[in-house]
């Protein structure tokens, strides 16, 4: 009888520990949520196209609403004994310390949000012992919302969404960095048999392979955590790959907080687009 009792000891055990998780899961979730919807009224108080922008080391523009937001996301999110890294934040090492830590890039796609262009989002990650388990996008100027966590999937605008089920690049959409299009970085892409279109704002092209909106993106140049964090966990949410272009796993909270660069696609299109990728990379970026 005791190896009976023992073994439903052990079965409440794991119905607990399943529960505490699912909790855990449903008020990040929640949490990310209030936070989006909290963003969403700070971005009505600005005007596209007619908004002033100061500018940071490196040419980055910044903007009165980039702060605003920042304040604003800590306040919803952080709780005690989670760690912060933010873009507009100074950075706190003690979050190395944190087994979960907020991930944000309270407006990512500023120069389209200066320029009135729609392409632009408040990204939210919620990082595990290294790994974007949760997160949340919201694009104002679209009214789109993006939520999910690795449990429970993702919703586009409150819908459940999934990855592209498409099984090969050709005549598939790829969306491409705005920026990197116009330095000429995509050239050598120009007569690939997939589609290409520019978008701002990683995070929100991310956001879009998630839900299926588009089957795959990439990025060759160096992003920051806070860049792909939230759209990272969204596209494995919703079923999809994701790799850096040095194809090993995403890991975030590290110091310092810059990744090689980003696959993300469909799951079918994982092994084609890594190899498509790969052979346009410098051997130096491979080893």
Sequence with gaps: MRGIA?????????????FMLTYSET????????ALRAAASVFERFTLGAIDAEYKSGHDPVTEADRVLDGLLRNELLRDGEG???EESVDDFTRLEKHRVWVVDPL?????FIAGIPEFCTSVAMVEDGRPVAGGIYNPATHETFLGSLRSGVTYNGKPARASQRTSLS???VVASRSE?????????KEADFNVRPVGSVAYKLALVSAGLADAT??????HEWDVAAGAALVESGGGFVSTVDKKRLLCNRRPPLISGLIACGPFLADELTSRVSCRLAPSRLS
């Design 27 to 34: 008020e990040t979730l929640q949490r990310i949520e209030s």
């Design 84 to 86: 912060w890294l933010s």
């Design 218 to 223: 990439f990025t060759l140049v160096p992003k």
């Design 171 to 173: 005549g598939a959409l």
């Design 108 to 112: 990512d796609g500023t120069r389209e």
């Design 6 to 18: 023992g073994h439903w000891r052990a079965d409440a055990l794991g119905l607990i520990a399943d």
């Design 181 to 189: 299009m116009k330095r000429g970085e995509w050239r050598q892409f």
